[in-house]
């Protein structure tokens, strides 16, 4: 079964991109290509850009901005998370 390519937009100490990435990993996802803006600080600029948000977690399913955490969780409940996982 294939899945879904993840991105994140997130810093080393954020509580809301620990959650999302719990919440992915109960989903099956193995690996979510992170993007450390608290590194990186140009890439603060790109996700801004991309996004129009200034917060993290950004996630991308593919190339479908999810939004945050709550976004995500959100998708999750109404039952829309999966179907986006596993295309």
Not at 6 to 11: D, E, F, P, R, V
Not at 18 to 26: C, N, P
């Amino acid at each position: 079964m294939s899945t879904a390519k993840l991105t994140m937009y997130c810093t080393g100490t954020c509580p809301y991109c620990s959650m999302a990435e719990r919440l992915l990993m109960q989903k099956g996802i193995t690996e979510i290509e992170k993007i450390r803006i608290d590194l990186d600080p140009s890439q603060r600029e790109v996700m801004m850009q991309k996004t129009g948000r200034r917060t993290v977690p950004q996630i991308y399913v593919d190339s479908i901005h999810v939004g945050g955490y709550d976004d995500l969780n959100a998708l999750d409940k109404a039952g829309k998370l999966d179907p986006l996982l596993r295309p």
